[in-house]
């Protein structure tokens, strides 16, 4: 599929990013890290960053966190998101701060008077609001905290809180909304954003939240955010994962990757393996991963390249014949193949280099 296929969204700005309109769908990720330290948080964006991340949101929890800020902004060069849970003088705060976008929820934040507030802080800023709709804190749990709902009941009273919100944001003259609606589940969370989409032209962020350790998120995320974005619906992704958020941002772009909406990186082919096996090709796609996926550099340049790594001499050379370049090997040591044909034989302990190598001479 094609950016193209995707509904049209109004545009949103968030510091040097559009999101929404015809603009890629965007990877972003949150900080694992505490907002009050100031070193880890930065080195952190800064690795996200390198990785392809395209926005950051940090947890202010305290007016402690939103004061380092302004700090943590003029040290990293994506949009910085400041995410605010029960108290709007945060906001106000995170947005006097120089951050390019709020994320609050509706479920907590409080009554108009303090949605006003924070809504006065963004317009002075010039910076828009997410509403980020969680089914674990809708509004209407306080009635009826174990509903007997069914998915698609979940979803309605998702898109009416989100809904309820945009108009007073709206009433206000605010237009720069973002709006996620996530639950822990893909029933609802794909229900919440295909209604949602039915009714405003508001560009989303889509997200299965919890979604759990890396093997069952990614899955999860893959499923949910995939089939959303394959019905055209979604500007902004978010894998949430009990991991690394170097995972979550890899994990984004694998989404976008196979659907086709974006490029990112190299499109490394391994051999599973078997008894013909006498080389770790585990342990070298890892290392070759790790040091691609932390250098924007060869992120860059590798865009696109099929590169193999083969475990055998037997089936290795013709099943990388596709790949650009690559090795299949034998007991230390391996055939190193350029589209198809054998150039040298290389020993096991320089597969690794000489990828890299030849990663960081493309152009
Ligand atoms: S390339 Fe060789 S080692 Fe790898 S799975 Fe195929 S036959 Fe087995």
């Known amino acids: 599929m094609h950016k193209n296929t995707l509904k049209r ?6 510091g040097h990013l559009v999101i929404g309109g015809s603009s890629p769908v965007s990877v972003q990720s949150m900080c694992t890290t505490d907002t009050s330290n100031l070193k880890a948080t930065i080195d952190q964006i800064r690795r996200l960053e390198d ?69 006065k802080a963004a317009k002075s800023a010039g910076i828009p609001i997410r509403i980020g709709v969680n089914a674990g804190s809708l509004k209407a749990l306080k009635a009826t905290p174990n509903p007997r709902w069914k998915p698609r009941q979940w979803a309605e009273v998702m898109v009416k809180e989100a809904l309820d919100e945009v108009r007073l944001l709206e009433a206000l003259d605010f237009r720069q909304i973002v709006v996620s609606l996530k639950a822990a589940d893909i029933e609802r ?35 949910g955010i995939g089939l959303l974005l394959a019905r055209g619906i979604g500007d902004t992704i978010r894998v949430s994962l ?5 995972m979550q941002v890899r994990a984004a772009y694998e989404i976008l990757k196979a659907l086709k909406l974006r490029q990112y990186g190299p499109d490394l082919i391994s051999c599973p393996t078997c008894g013909r096996c006498q080389v770790n090709v ?9 040091r691609v996926y ?19 001499v037997v089936n290795g050379p013709g099943e990388a014949r596709e790949a650009d370049f690559g090795v299949a090997g034998g007991k230390g040591k391996g055939i190193w193949l350029e589209r198809g044909k054998q150039i040298k034989v290389i020993k096991e302990s320089e597969w690794v280099n000489e990828i890299i190598r030849k990663i960081r001479s493309l152009k």
């Open 9 to 14: 969204t109004r545009k949103v700005k968030v």
């Open 51 to 119: 990785a392809g991340c395209e926005i950051i949101r940090v947890a202010v929890p305290d007016m402690a966190a939103a004061k380092n800020l302004g700090r943590i902004k003029r040290a990293v060069s994506i949009p910085l998101v400041a995410d605010i849970h029960f108290d709007w003088r945060l906001a106000v705060e995170a947005a006097g701060q120089g951050v390019d976008k709020i994320r609050i929820n509706p479920g907590n934040i409080g009554g108009k008077d303090k949605v006003r507030e924070v809504v």
């Open 189 to 223: 969370t794909v229900m919440a954003n295909i209604l949602f989409s039915e009714k405003s032209d508001i560009p989303l962020h889509l997200g299965v939240t919890e979604a759990g350790s890396f093997l069952s998120g990614a899955v999860k995320s893959s499923i």
């Open 242 to 246: 009990t991991e690394d958020p170097l």
């Open 282 to 290: 585990e342990k070298i796609i890892k290392e070759i991963e790790e």
């Open 294 to 312: 932390s250098d924007k550099v060869l992120l860059h340049r590798a865009e696109g390249k099929k590169i193999a790594v083969m475990g055998c």
